[in-house]
């Protein structure tokens, strides 16, 4: 059974660092983008960052640009996103999703992937 799993979400203050982590299970991420997806209350989902098979790109939302890095450990069949500087608005459940993709960039698209996580929570606030 293909199965992504997030952890490393919690509560933290503005300012703060979380480090996200997406495990694969039933499968191998080596040829699979990964995005990182989130969704506040109320709001559509939005594609925070992606990374390609090789690691060669990865891109962010100009939201999270700075902030944010995305990195994968293939030998660990885990992708992580690094979200330094959190601000309340960065608040949301947070969501990553496997493409299978050999070749070519990532997409930021939600509908360009087929196995998502169940989501874990982030909550910035003082």
């Known amino acids: 059974q293909l199965q992504l799993v997030e952890s490393g979400g919690g509560l933290v203050q503005p300012g703060g660092s979380l480090r996200l982590s997406c495990a694969a299970s039933?499968?191998?991420?080596?040829?699979?983008?990964i995005g990182w997806f989130r969704q506040a209350p109320g709001k559509e989902r939005e594609g925070v960052s992606c990374?390609?098979?090789?690691?060669?790109?990865?891109i962010y939302a100009d939201s999270v640009k700075g902030r944010f890095t995305i990195s994968r450990d293939n030998a660990k069949n885990t992708v992580y996103l690094q979200m330094n500087s959190l601000e309340p608005e960065d608040t949301a459940v947070y969501f990553c999703?496997?493409?299978?993709?050999?070749?070519?960039?990532?997409?930021?698209?939600?509908?360009?992937?087929?196995?998502w996580g169940q989501g874990t929570q982030v909550t910035v606030s003082s």
């Open positions: 999703a496997a493409e299978f993709r050999p070749y070519g960039p990532c997409s930021r698209s939600s509908e360009s992937y087929a196995y």
């Open positions: 039933g499968f191998t991420l080596d040829y699979y983008a």
């Open positions: 990374i390609n098979r090789s690691s060669g790109v990865t």
